[in-house]
T-cell receptor, first 117, second 112 residues
Framework: DADVTQTPRNRITKTGKRIMLECSQTKGHDRMYWYRQDPGLGLQLIYYSFDVKDINKGEISDGYSVSRQAQAKFSLSLESAIPNQTALYFC????????????????FGEGSRLTVL | SQELEQSPQSLIVQEGKNLTINCTSSKTLYGLYWYKQKYGEGLIFLMMLQKGGEEKSHEKITAKLDEKKQQSSLHITASQPSHAGIYLCGADLTGTASKLTFGTGTRLQVTL
């Protein structure tokens, strides 16, 4: 099983609909992130969370909200989807504990492809 | 403007040829991460560089971080079809390791 699991993997929805993308992880990491990937734009950070009580806006948070339900779960919501939110969305985790010799790398899920018609 | 620029945006090379991808930052790189992405799939971590002048290799892929810590290069020797994909550099630009900023990616195709 994947360490970082995203659901759904693919979703087609209509303008104005509410959509939720879910992310769960078994790595035991405190930090979780949501990124969006568009062709030619690389990855852009939407929101990130360092623990259950901590939520931070990224570069492109407008039109999105998040919920950190537990250490292992971080969901991304689009309250009213619009076509320019069509993209590939990635959840990622990282381990904040430098004393275990980790490199601070991000571990990514397989991505959720969202199409808004 | 983009804080992290990658060049080239795309690259087509013949199998067996060498190639280099560059990642240039407008700010100091406190940590530089290279990832590979198969088309439409997740990102696979390749290597991380932190110290100016640092160089790391994994199989036929070598990454370097320049002395001034504002540019990194990824070099592939004797490219193979398995090297095809999108290469992304990600950077800690704050020094706090709290989040990574990514470049726009380089799409690599390897022809037979």
């Amino acid at each position: 099983d994947a360490d970082v699991t995203q659901t759904p993997r693919n979703r087609i929805t209509k303008t104005g609909k509410r959509i939720m993308l879910e992310c769960s992880q078994t790595k035991g990491h405190d930090r979780m992130y949501w990124y969006r990937q568009d062709p030619g734009l690389g990855l852009q950070l939407i929101y990130y969370s360092f623990d259950v009580k901590d939520i931070n806006k990224g570069e492109i948070s407008d039109g999105y909200s998040v919920s950190r339900q537990a250490q292992a779960k971080f969901s991304l919501s689009l309250e009213s989807a619009i076509p320019n939110q069509t993209a590939l969305y990635f959840c990622a985790t990282s381990d904040a504990s430098r004393d275990r010799g980790n490199t601070g790398e991000l571990f990514f899920g397989e991505g959720s492809r969202l199409t808004v018609l | 403007s983009q804080e992290l620029e990658q060049s080239p945006q795309s690259l087509i090379v013949q199998e067996g040829k060498n190639l280099t991808i560059n990642c240039t930052s407008s700010k100091t790189l406190y940590g530089l991460y290279w990832y590979k992405q198969k088309y439409g799939e997740g990102l696979i971590f390749l290597m991380m560089l932190q110290k100016g002048g640092e160089e790391k290799s994994h199989e036929k892929i070598t990454a370097k971080l320049d002395e001034k810590k504002q540019q990194s290069s990824l070099h592939i020797t004797a490219s193979q079809p398995s090297h095809a994909g999108i290469y992304l550099c990600g950077a800690d630009l704050t020094g706090t390791a709290s989040k990574l900023t990514f470049g726009t990616g380089t799409r690599l195709q390897v022809t037979l």
